[in-house]
């Protein structure tokens, strides 16, 4: 058996593997936010990126293509980690008691679907259009799509909105525990820099959250505004 | 004082099992939780019932042998105390007290509170030893050893094999163990000979127990009566990606 496969085969290979696409997948999200918030600069800014994102055909499809496999992975693991970590014990204690294990930590998986939910929910609303059309449908003058009004549109409905605003929060417990564990995963986690690590996790945790709920909220509470100021 | 005992009776492998209510009388203060269970089963047997059936050897926090766990705490309330250590002054007149084996599909209950901890020693029948005959004890300071790397070793060197980790581990993970009995050779000169295949060996048997898997929650060191380290965990998951990536 080659170090490789006993490795991915093994609990310790697993569980860094899961380390390694949630760290891909936090990447992503970086990415993703920084786009994003182009919103604040305005309809061309966002436009603009909107727009050279689609026009790049190939390498669009190559970054989904990756993102979901790095995705099914992370969810394959997760599904089955935890599958045997509820084998290992098949008779529960009576009094269950907890010392230091956080509400995250204790909710990873619960956590994990609902942000997959999520994901889907924010495909067919954004992407696809299945929900929200109207407001996807927005064209500009030249008859591409007007990503900025669809956005604008879209996040004044408080229910869409608070949609995000609660997968967010989920979010947030999910990376919450999720970029402070990877590093103990890795073998990373060496008590000198293991402090550090650890308000990193929290704090980019904390960043990637704030930052994509500010624009259903700014949206929400009138600071970013339709195209024109109007309503 | 007067306690109120719910005590998990199993008559054996087979048997289902379940929760039994007991009342002890008149345990003092100054005694320990397994001579308050004494207590009780002397009066089992007076009564012509069976005693409950628990661990317990050293009596004096060294052999690992004692677990049970107390109101969800392996081990009960007191830190870095194994529960033969663990007294009554605890707790006050009119208490409840929840007495449960350890849990986990690789320490199967063969009677009441006593669990088959076998598992562990095919762990370490793996791989936790170094295979040179070291004769008799040599001087002193024949084989320098630098001061961190000896604490090291020592403070691994600690755990007792009792497997409060596994019993409080959320997913009856068996990982702060192995990670001590990798991490007692793993900074010294004669451990490293073997290292590789130890620390791939001794995870190799430790999944094939059907211990789950480690989510870094920690409940595992706070619950150690011995105080291991989670950074052993750390250590051995780096351990392991090296020594896979350097094996064929
Ligand atoms: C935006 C998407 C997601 C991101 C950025 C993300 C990120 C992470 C990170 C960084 C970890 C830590 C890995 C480690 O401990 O080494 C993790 C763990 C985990 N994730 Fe995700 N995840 C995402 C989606 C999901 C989904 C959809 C599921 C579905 C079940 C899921 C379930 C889990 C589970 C069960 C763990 C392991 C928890 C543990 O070890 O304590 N995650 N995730
Ligand atoms: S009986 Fe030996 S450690 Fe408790």
């Known amino acids: 058996m080659s170090g490789l496969t006993r490795c991915l085969g093994s609990s310790i290979g697993r569980k860094g593997l899961m380390g390694i696409t949630g760290i891909l997948l936090s990447l992503f999200l970086i990415a993703h936010l920084i786009g994003n918030l182009l919103v604040f600069a305005g309809q061309d800014a966002v436009n603009h990126y909107a727009h050279a994102l689609k026009a790049n055909a190939a390498l669009l499809w190559f970054m989904r293509g990756g993102l979901f496999l790095v995705f099914a992975t992370h969810v394959y693991l997760a599904l089955s980690l935890t599958a045997e970590n509820r084998r290992a014990r098949p008779v529960k204690y009576v009094q269950e008691h907890t010392q230091v294990a956080s509400l995250a930590s204790r909710t990873m998986v619960l956590t994990g679907l609902l942000v997959l939910a999520y994901l889907i929910f924010h495909l067919l609303h954004l992407t696809k259009g299945v929900i929200g059309h109207e407001a996807w449908s927005s064209k500009l003058p030249d008859g591409s799509q007007d990503v900025y009004t669809m956005v604008v549109l879209g996040f004044k409905s408080p229910i869409l909105s608070g949609v995000y605003l609660v997968s967010m929060a989920l979010l947030y417990l999910h990376l919450s525990h999720g970029l402070k564990s990877f590093w103990q995963s890795l073998g990373w986690n060496h008590p000198v820099y293991r402090p550090l690590f650890e308000k990193i996790g929290t704090g980019l945790a904390a960043i990637l959250v704030i930052g994509f709920a500010s624009i259903p909220l700014t949206i929400l509470l009138g600071v970013i505004q339709l195209p024109g100021g109007g309503n | ?248």
Request: net charge negative; aromatic share 8%.
């Open chain 2, 1 to 248: 004082m007067k306690l109120t005992l719910h005590i998990w009776r199993q008559k054996d492998a087979q048997d289902k099992g379940g929760m039994v209510r007991y009342e002890v009388d008149g345990v003092s203060e100054h005694s320990s939780f397994l001579e308050m269970l004494d207590v009780l089963n002397d009066g089992l047997i007076e009564k012509g019932q069976d005693p409950v059936a628990f661990d317990s050897d050293c009596r004096e926090g060294i052999c690992g042998m004692c677990s049970l766990v107390i109101n969800g705490r392996p081990h009960g309330p007191w830190t870095a105390t194994t529960v033969c250590q663990l007294h009554m002054r605890a707790y006050r007149d009119g208490d409840t007290i929840y007495i449960e084996p350890w849990r986990a599909k690789s320490f199967p209950v063969l009677k009441d509170l006593i669990v088959d901890r076998s598992s562990f020693d095919r762990i370490q029948q793996a791989g936790g030893y170094v295979s040179v005959n070291t004769g008799n004890a040599v001087d002193a300071n024949c084989l320098p050893i630098g001061k961190p790397a000896a604490d090291q070793a020592f403070d691994a060197a600690h755990c007792i094999g009792c497997g409060a980790c596994v019993a409080a581990c959320k997913n009856a993970s068996a990982m702060l163990f192995v990670s001590a009995k990798v991490g007692q050779f793993a900074v010294l000169p004669q451990g490293q000979t073997e290292r590789k295949e130890r620390v791939l060996s001794m995870v190799e048997q430790m999944d094939k127990e059907g211990f789950g898997n480690c989510t870094n929650q920690y409940e595992c060191e706070a619950a150690c009566p011995k105080e291991i380290s989670a950074d052993f965990m750390r250590m051995m998951n780096l351990d392991y990606f090296k020594s896979s990536a350097t094996t064929s």
